[in-house]
Structure formats: structure tokens, C-alpha cells
């Protein structure tokens, strides 16, 4: 038995898509724990176990984790949480403890980079996932912490700019290399893991891409891929912020957020070396083509 969380989420939908596949060839049943069930299609949810409700509460990890062999675990995001160590650790605490009142044998779960480095103390959310990361691995479970960089995804959110203005923007140095990973990627990793669970112990497993690239270089790429001029445009640290909090997020993310954004500029996604184990098949020319021209096509 394997359970997903957030399984219409970015990740968990595309984990769940890919077990959908390759679960029955491995004996293996899926549950899923999910807080609007309505937005499962009905041909998922003929074929999975339904758990309605939120992963952080008690009395669902209870029912949902009865059982299961493994979990492939995310926290969503709050974004009015009154800190992150409520967001983060505060949030997976119930479950915790479910993996130990029900055996759990593994779990994966979507954490970061930056583990080991100078700044992993003061990079934000980051910080805090690796907090999580402690947390779970107290359990005694087997647990793989997927070791993640910036999603070329994140770019979906500003299709409307690139359509438009031609411009894309973050807070990192226009010249600043650094890996970023396609979901489907991430998806694909921890599938694997949750399939086979040869694997022991608590560690981590990076997913890297396959290149470092600038913004500048992205910029070119989805210049090439559209067929237009696209151009990186720099945000101060101040302006995110203030953006942010226009938004109606709430300080501790917003805090958690720039602390994140500094520390990714300053080196954060840097200290694991790209070997055939830590990189992902997808190029970003690649994930332009399939993914953000239908998406800017639209």
C-alpha cells in the first residue's frame, strides 16, 4: 500500500499518474489523501482509496497511514502560517508520529537543497524543510528526502508576462548559474522509490537536471523555443517583499520567502556535484517546447 499526499497538487498529481502505471505491476494498491476529492478525475478515483481530508490533521493520518507500506509526503504551502516551524514541522508532526504508530516502513518526501552549506541555517523555507526533513528521519522510518533546486515549472506562473511583455523575473543575478529540475522529473524520482524499496536508512536524493543555467540563459532558450524576444528582468529582495505582502501573504512567509531567494543567490543550489545519480533527463529547451509554448500558445 502506498499513499500520496497532495495528489492534485504540481507533484503528488504527477506521482499519482505515474503509480496509476506502474503500482498493479507491482502489486501494489494505492490511497490517496486529498482535501477536495471532487478534483480527482472519476477514472482516478475508481482506481484509488480515498481519504478526504488534510495530512496534517491526526485523526486522517491515523486512517490514511493504517497500513500503508509507504508515503510520499509534501506539505502545501501556507502562506498565513504564523511561522514556518508551524508551516514545515508543525504541519508534519501528526504524521510523524502516525509513521510510527502504523509501522511505516518508507517515506519520500519534497524537501530542498542546500543541506550541509553555510547557508542552509538562514535560507527561509528552505531551512525550515530541512527542519522537517530531521523530524521525520527521527522516526526511525526509512526516509529519502528529495533534495530539489527551483522548478523550471515555476515559470507557468508567469506565462502572462511572457506572452505579453516578453519578460520574466526573480531576484537572482542575471549571470547566476544554478541547476532547476522539470517536475515531471521529480515525479518520475519518487515514483521509483516508492516502487522500490530496496533502499534504507534516512539520506538524501538530489534532482538537478541536467544544467546549470543563468537567467540569462533561460531567457535565450525561451527566445529560441517561442520564437519571440523574451528578456530576464531582476526584482530587488524589497520588491518581492512588498509584492508578497500585497498579495495578502502573510509575514513569516513573505520573510521566509526573500530569506530563500537571498540564500539561492549567494550559492544555495550549489554544493551537490551533477553525477549520472543526481541528474534529471529533461533539458529546460526541452520543457519549453512541451510545456511553456502550449502554455503561452494558449
Not at 484509488?48 to 497500513?67: K, L, Q, T, Y
Not at 528582468?233 to 524589497?238: D, F
Not at 549567494?266 to 534529471?280: F, M
Request: aromatic share 4%; with cysteine; net charge negative.
Amino acid at each position: 500500500m502506498i499513499v500520496i499526499t497532495t495528489p492534485t497538487g504540481n507533484i503528488g498529481s504527477q506521482v499519482l499518474r505515474v503509480l496509476l502505471e506502474g503500482a498493479p505491476q507491482h502489486g501494489e494498491e494505492l490511497r490517496v489523501v486529498v482535501r477536495e476529492p471532487a478534483k480527482l478525475a472519476d477514472s482516478v478515483r475508481e482506481r484509488v482509496e480515498v481519504v478526504s481530508g488534510s495530512h496534517g490533521d491526526p485523526e486522517i493520518v491515523d486512517r490514511a497511514f493504517a497500513g500503508a507500506d509507504a508515503v510520499f509526503w509534501v506539505v502545501p504551502l501556507d502562506a498565513q502560517a504564523p511561522s514556518l516551524e508551524i508551516a514545515y514541522s508543525g504541519f508534519t508532526r501528526a504524521a510523524a508520529q502516525a509513521f510510527t504508530a502504523h509501522g511505516v516502513g518508507h517515506v519520500v518526501g519534497v524537501s530542498a537543497l542546500g543541506r550541509g552549506t553555510a547557508l542552509a541555517d538562514r535560507a527561509g523555507l528552505v531551512t525550515a524543510s530541512l527542519a522537517m526533513d530531521d523530524l521525520i528521519a527521527g522516526t526511525g522510518v526509512a526516509y529519502r528526502a528529495l533534495a530539489l533546486p527551483s522548478f523550471m515549472d515555476n515559470l507557468l506562473r508567469e506565462v502572462g508576462s511572457i506572452r505579453d511583455n516578453g519578460v520574466f523575473t526573480d531576484s537572482v543575478a542575471a549571470d547566476r548559474k544554478a541547476p532547476s529540475a522539470a517536475t515531471r522529473d521529480i515525479a518520475a524520482t519518487a515514483a521509483g522509490l516508492l516502487l522500490d524499496r530496496s533502499w534504507t536508512g534516512t539520506g538524501s536524493v538530489p534532482v538537478l537536471g541536467p544544467e546549470d543555467l543563468s537567467p540569462n540563459d533561460m531567457a535565450r532558450i525561451m527566445s529560441e523555443v517561442l520564437g519571440r524576444p523574451v528578456r530576464y528582468e531582476r526584482q530587488s529582495l524589497e520588491d518581492l517583499g512588498a509584492a508578497l505582502t500585497g498579495h495578502g501573504i502573510g509575514a513569516a512567509f513573505v520573510q521566509g520567502m526573500v530569506d530563500m531567494k537571498r540564500a539561492k543567490d549567494e550559492g544555495l543550489d550549489d554544493g551537490v556535484p551533477r553525477t549520472a545519480q543526481t541528474a534529471s533527463p529533461t533539458t529546460f529547451g526541452q520543457w519549453c517546447e512541451q510545456v511553456l509554448k502550449p502554455a503561452v500558445l494558449a
